[in-house]
């Protein structure tokens, strides 16, 4: 093999490892995604905690009424 052979070789390599990677996620990305993930875990705790209270204050004023 000439070094044209291999220098065409080596392109052939560097395109396919490129395009088999080209999608895969970064470590920024899974990072982003972990702070999302963490972000609406969060907001589902306060949307069940709110929906604990409003259950507490409907079933006192349920209490009340009857």
């Known amino acids: 093999m ?3 052979q291999l220098d065409d070789l080596k392109q052939f ?3 396919t490892v490129s395009q088999a990677t080209a999608n895969m996620a970064t ?3 899974v990072a982003r995604l972990e ?3 963490d972000d609406l ?3 589902l705790d ?3 905690e709110s929906l ?3 259950e507490v204050r409907i ?3 349920e209490q009340r009424a009857a």
């Open 52 to 54: 604990n209270d409003h």
């Open 27 to 29: 470590k920024q990305d």
């Open 59 to 61: 079933t006192r004023l």
């Open 35 to 37: 702070k999302r993930v």
């Open 13 to 15: 390599f560097v395109a």
């Open 46 to 48: 306060t949307i069940a």
């Open 41 to 43: 875990d969060l907001k």
């Open 2 to 4: 000439n070094d044209a």
